[in-house]
């Protein structure tokens, strides 16, 4: 229902945005993500009417938007920060755009009911923004986007201000609530695992421009280019001759992006399967036992360790490799 077509937005001699072109359908979650400054945000002000196009259209079921308002898209916009009323509770925030929509009190109570259970807020309805933690607080702000039913929401680094932890809870319930509304969004975030959680697609931006762009399965298991591959959370690219080493063959593409949790480290064991390394250095986490291996032929490469075991540096161990956590590179 959403197409942008060609689309590039110009701030003086620099092209913020550069021959975008996307499709959204009905129903779906489209996540645009890239590093800060490449033009992610800058393309959903010129879908939502607030950056002026240089070149192309954005277009809703085929209608071009170029002579329509801000206001009169139907689309809704959620930001980082909420952007909540604080003097007002948070049932009138969520019905805000109802009441200015003419809807009746008994319609609007019920609305915002409805849309609180939703979100997981029921019976918050008399409370104020700052009586809210920071994830209850963008709660209200989607269940207050919702409200006006909009053909399509925008949603710019919505959990971007939380910690990782609720960030990380926020982005499934997220899922779910768009899901159960059936709304259309476009997500742009530079948080590949917020955009993996909630989103049916991913558009990769880099440099104003969309380099790679497919469902979320499709670009994690095959990143377009290296340096797709490092910003998607891979943790090395080997070069061809290194990949042949640890793989036992010839991949077939010029490189191999491998992430830690593809090379599970062990103790040393004689004959048994696996590949022989050293370790360089050790570095505990909260869920693993994150290794820096020297495999012969490989070089350095990263690498987890096998539960209960503690090995030192200079350690030799044995590894065994998880195929499907590696990503043929064929550019």
């Known amino acids: 229902m959403l197409g942008i077509e060609g689309v590039s937005v110009a701030f003086g001699a620099t092209r913020a945005v550069d021959d975008?072109?996307?499709?959204?359908?009905?129903?779906?979650?489209?996540?645009?993500?890239?590093?800060?400054?490449?033009g992610k945000s800058t393309l959903l002000r010129a879908v939502a009417g607030l950056e002026p196009l240089s070149a192309g259209a954005v277009r809703w079921?085929?209608?071009?938007?170029?002579?329509?308002?801000?206001?009169?898209?139907?689309?809704?916009?959620?930001?980082?920060?909420?952007?909540?009323?604080?003097?007002?509770?948070?049932?009138?925030?969520?019905?805000y755009a109802l009441r200015l929509a003419g809807a009746g009190r008994a319609a609007t109570r019920s609305r915002v009911a409805e849309l609180l259970d939703l979100v997981g807020l029921g019976g918050y309805a008399g409370r104020l923004p700052r009586t809210l933690s920071g994830g209850e607080r963008q709660r209200v702000a989607l269940a207050r986007s919702l409200a006006a039913e909009p053909r399509l929401l925008l949603l710019d680094e919505p959990l971007s201000a939380l910690d990782a932890a609720l960030r990380t809870r926020l982005a499934g319930d997220l899922r779910r609530i768009?899901?159960?509304?059936?709304?259309?969004?476009?997500?742009?975030?530079?948080?590949?695992?917020?955009?993996?959680?909630v989103a049916d697609r991913l558009a990769?931006?880099?440099?104003?421009?969309?380099?790679?762009?497919?469902?979320?399965?499709?670009?994690?298991?095959?990143?377009?280019?290296?340096?797709?591959?490092?910003?998607?959370?891979?943790?090395?690219?080997?070069?061809?001759?290194?990949?042949?080493?640890?793989?036992?063959?010839?991949?077939?593409?010029?490189?191999?992006?491998?992430?830690?949790?593809?090379?599970?480290a062990g103790p040393a064991a004689a004959g048994g399967a696996g590949r022989d390394a050293r370790v360089l250095a050790v570095t505990p986490a909260p869920d693993e036992l994150?290794?820096?291996?020297?495999?012969?032929?490989?070089?350095?490469?990263?690498?987890?360790?096998?539960?209960?075991?503690?090995?030192g540096p200079g350690d030799r161990a044995t590894v065994r490799i998880d195929r499907s956590r590696v990503a043929v590179l064929r550019d």
């Open 61 to 95: 079921d085929g209608a071009d938007l170029a002579g329509t308002p801000t206001h009169r898209r139907g689309f809704a916009l959620m930001f980082q920060d909420g952007q909540l009323f604080d003097h007002l509770t948070v049932g009138r925030n969520v019905g």
């Open 290 to 311: 994150r290794l820096l291996l020297d495999i012969d032929g490989v070089g350095e490469v990263p690498a987890i360790g096998a539960g209960g075991w503690l090995p």
């Open 20 to 38: 975008v072109s996307l499709d959204l359908a009905d129903g779906d979650v489209l996540a645009v993500v890239g590093p800060s400054g490449c």
């Open 204 to 264: 990769v931006m880099r440099a104003g421009r969309v380099v790679q762009e497919g469902t979320t399965t499709e670009v994690w298991a095959a990143p377009v280019d290296a340096e797709t591959a490092l910003f998607l959370g891979y943790d090395v690219v080997l070069e061809r001759a290194a990949a042949t080493a640890l793989l036992g063959a010839a991949p077939d593409g010029a490189r191999v992006a491998v992430r830690r949790s593809a090379l599970v």
């Open 178 to 197: 768009l899901r159960d509304s059936g709304t259309t969004a476009l997500l742009v975030t530079h948080d590949q695992e917020e955009a993996f959680a």
